[in-house]
DNA sequence: GGGAATTGGTCAAGCAGCTTGACTATATAA
DNA sequence: TTATATAGTCAAGCTGCTTGACCAATTCCC
């Protein structure tokens, strides 16, 4: 591959992020929630037994205070709640509240329906999967972060 | 697709991108020049022919006050120069000078070293061709701008 | 056990990079 | 000609992040 090519190909990958964010933004939206594309990346981390501010941290890429600033917006427009984590008194576990809950789905939604217009573009949901399966074993668990 | 991989696929593609981003980044400082992740693929637009300060801050996806900063700072750091616009006085042409041409091979070169490593991920070229068309088929053309 | 080092979390201040708003100069349309 | 649109810049403001300092709880290790 043509070094000018591997820089075509992280502006097409910068791009397609970009869209599919902005259109997972927009479709949070529109269900009714408040939101900035931070919080739907948040929640795949709370979603399924909560986690800690710095667990968060980890996950988004950014320091713990940015993380806990991002926590106490979550906790303050009712998405999630702050409560003591059974094994560690310092710390402090962060899990979803059922309003929380509705605007995971909502963001799930929403993704879905901006991948599905991709699909189209690609010629099916195969494409996507060979898509999804090529990115994931590229960056397993990178953190989500994707600002210049 | 269910709704859950959707929001998987984002995230995997969030991630891949900063990754990517960040390589190309530390690529180019490594090879002696000092740079944010904006100014490679500012290049991308301004090396054919140059550009003025409106398409560039269409290409990147801001608005064109913010593009004028970043080509201020491109010029301060000797990376562009502001040519009067040969059909146009109120446009400045804006273009590369030959330091700004080095730095654009550097983030070249780094974007092709990064997109190597990931190519033994996906196993071989052939793969990141795939990809790469994939990408360019969902965003042929919009704006690079992955941020949150 | 007990002191030192580590870790989880928050408060405070600062800043980079973007935005909106206002304005000038040139170009285009009526 | 007059009015409207476009290219660019200046100025001010704000959002979301960072670094630095700090306290409380935990873990390490002798």
Redesign the interface.
Known sequence: ?????????????????????RR?DEGVVARGFEG???Y??AF?RLAPDGATVTDLAAHL?VTKQAASQLVEELVRKGYAERRPHPRDARARLVVLTERGWACT?A???A??E???V??E??GG?G??????D??????P????????
Chains 1, 2 share one sequence.
């Open positions: 591959m043509q070094n000018s090519e591997a820089l075509t190909l992280a502006a097409a990958l910068l791009a397609a992020a970009g869209d599919l964010t997972i900035r594309p931070a739907g990346f795949t890429g789905r963001a799930e939604e993704a879905a901006a991948v599905g991709w699909a573009s690609l949901e494409e996507m999967r060979v898509l999804r090529q990115l994931l074993r590229i960056a668990y990178g953190p989500i972060r994707p600002a210049w």
